[in-house]
T-cell receptor, first 112, second 116 residues
Framework: GDSVTQMEGPVTLSEEAFLTINCTYTATGYPSLFWYVQYPGEGLQLLLKATKADDKGSNKGFEATYRKETTSFHLEKGSVQVSDSAVYFCALNLVTGNQFYFGTGTSLTVIP | GAVVSQHPSWVICKSGTSVKIECRSLDFQATTMFWYRQFPKQSLMLMATSNEGSKATYEQGVEKDKFLINHASLTLSTLTVTSAHPEDSSFYIC????????????FGQGTRLTVV
């Protein structure tokens, strides 16, 4: 079935460190891929997305590239800030308007 | 912009009692809402799809008599956990999928339910 496997946390980094959160997927069709972020006390917010192979999604310094050959969508940021502390969810969606399949979420804490 | 408001954000209840979680779409209408649940160290999993004006559809293994869903209006969906037990303790979150007025899904803040 369709599923997302995400790197387990928690992850603790110092400010300005490089971040990678791994995400791989299994899908029966051609999914769109997403990263959502949840800040404390708030709902999930779309961070970035990619709708087809080799697309790169980017936002707020974060990037992820849709790799069909490795079925991956790893999230990266070159220099994290304290304000990036949040829970990050990788997700896929096969049909717009239908349900998402989520990873377990990765908690990131950035310390000054 | 479009926002989904979910309340309460956390609740503690005694075994055997019922808990209602509300999910409201602010400044847009949602004919469909998804309800997800996340157990510790597991993924957010779809529980049910709430449809305005008709019965909710439940995923396999989710008891419809235990998790009552009511989509009373185009801006409100509720999930009631009836006769709650400790194994119902979980994180519940609602979502409105993309629609005519929005190109992306919107999520509520989530509700942390603890049954003691």
């Amino acid at each position: 079935g369709d599923s997302v496997t995400q790197m387990e946390g928690p992850v603790t980094l110092s400010e300005e460190a490089f971040l990678t959160i791994n995400c791989t997927y299994t899908a029966t069709g051609y999914p769109s891929l997403f990263w959502y972020v949840q800040y404390p006390g708030e709902g999930l917010q779309l961070l970035l997305k990619a709708t087809k192979a080799d697309d790169k999604g980017s936002n707020k310094g974060f990037e992820a590239t849709y790799r069909k050959e490795t079925t991956s969508f790893h999230l990266e940021k070159g220099s994290v800030q304290v304000s990036d502390s949040a829970v990050y969810f990788c997700a896929l969606n096969l049909v717009t308007g239908n349900q998402f399949y989520f990873g377990t979420g990765t908690s990131l804490t950035v310390i000054p | 912009g479009a926002v989904v408001s979910q309340h309460p954000s956390w609740v503690i209840c005694k075994s055997g009692t019922s808990v209602k979680i509300e999910c409201r779409s602010l400044d847009f209408q949602a004919t469909t809402m998804f309800w997800y649940r996340q157990f510790p160290k597991q993924s957010l999993m779809l529980m049910a799809t709430s449809n305005e004006g008709s019965k909710a559809t439940y995923e396999q293994g989710v008891e419809k008599d235990k998790f009552l869903i009511n989509h009373a209006s185009l801006t409100l969906s509720t999930l009631t956990v009836t006769s709650a037990h400790p194994e119902d303790s979980s994180f519940y979150i609602c979502s409105a999928p993309p629609g005519r007025s929005r190109s992306e899904a919107f999520f509520g803040q989530g509700t942390r339910l603890t049954v003691v």
